[in-house]
């Protein structure tokens, strides 16, 4: 991949990265891989100070249950942004676990 640029840089808010986050971007385009990585799932685009207390109860309240039982994760799907704001496409899925035995050769 090329390396960022300045405006891809400072959209990332480079003065408030702490220094591996800022280490990870330049390296790999995204601060928070490996050891900063914290998993979070984007639910909608930016969102106003007025309307951030209705949609966080909007939201807290349609993923309540969801939330009370262990979510089972049996696969892995990667995605790919072909280029910025592109919708992103899966590159590849990858089941997770075990396999049942196979019984012929």
């Given at each position: 991949a090329a390396p960022l640029t300045e405006a891809e840089?400072?959209?990332?808010?480079?003065?408030?990265?702490?220094?591996?986050?800022f280490r990870n971007l330049c390296q790999w385009g995204y601060p928070y891989v490996f050891e900063t990585f914290r998993f979070h799932m984007t639910l909608s685009g930016r969102v106003g100070p007025q309307e951030s207390p209705r949609l966080g109860a909007a939201i807290d309240n349609l993923f309540a249950d969801v939330l009370q039982r262990p979510v089972p994760v049996d696969a892995l799907t990667l995605f790919v942004e072909t280029e910025p704001g592109a919708p992103f496409m899966v590159l590849s899925h990858h089941a997770l676990g075990r396999r049942p035995a196979r019984r012929t050769a």
């Amino acid at each position: 991949a090329a390396p960022l640029t300045e405006a891809e840089i400072e959209r990332r808010s480079p003065d408030s990265l702490k220094p591996d986050e800022f280490r990870n971007l330049c390296q790999w385009g995204y601060p928070y891989v490996f050891e900063t990585f914290r998993f979070h799932m984007t639910l909608s685009g930016r969102v106003g100070p007025q309307e951030s207390p209705r949609l966080g109860a909007a939201i807290d309240n349609l993923f309540a249950d969801v939330l009370q039982r262990p979510v089972p994760v049996d696969a892995l799907t990667l995605f790919v942004e072909t280029e910025p704001g592109a919708p992103f496409m899966v590159l590849s899925h990858h089941a997770l676990g075990r396999r049942p035995a196979r019984r012929t050769a």
